[in-house]
């Protein structure tokens, strides 16, 4: 049976902790912690950030995401898909944010936030799915289990095996 608490999340007032390897705690809510969402193409999260603390580069297959800083500086930016013209790199897109500035990173693009100060940063992010996905690249391509062939990723990022062996080695953060 469906009851007010379905609609209700508490606690987005409450700092993240960002004692991880990235420094960064994202608090989500999705139809995950709150169900009422489901089917309305909607969700959020709090981003906590320590000084120079980083929410790695990823991705949401589902959702685009528009971000406001509430308090702190932001370097962030995305990266576009594949260009048609093999001639052409992906591009670039960064901007340093303020309090009351807002970004928007396009559903599916690689994308990421990193704190340039030496005080906390906190951001808020609206997402234009109730459940937008994750995928962390750096914990998706060398923290698979089982691992993706060290023969496939030596010759994707052109590197020398013992590389990728130490890469694959890492312990690879979820800060979510």
Known sequence: MVTAEDFFFAGL????????????????????????????GVSLVRIDYAPYGLNPPHTHPR???????????????????NPADATQKN??????????????????LIHFQFN????NAVAFAGLSSQNPGV????????????????????KAFQVDANVVKYLQGQFWTNNN
Do not use: C, H, M
């Open 13 to 40: 007032n409450k700092p993240g902790d960002t004692s991880n390897a990235v420094g960064s705690k994202v608090t989500p809510v999705n139809v995950n912690q709150l169900p009422g969402l489901n089917t309305l």
């Open 63 to 81: 959702a685009t995401e528009i971000l406001v800083v509430i308090e702190g500086t932001l370097y962030v930016g995305f990266v576009t898909s």
């Open 91 to 108: 591009k670039l897109f960064t901007k340093t944010l303020y309090p009351g500035d807002v970004f928007v990173f396009p559903e599916g």
């Open 116 to 119: 340039t100060g030496k005080t």
């Open 135 to 154: 995928i962390t690249v750096a914990n998706a391509v060398f923290g698979s289990d089982p691992p993706i062939s060290r023969d496939v990723l030596t």
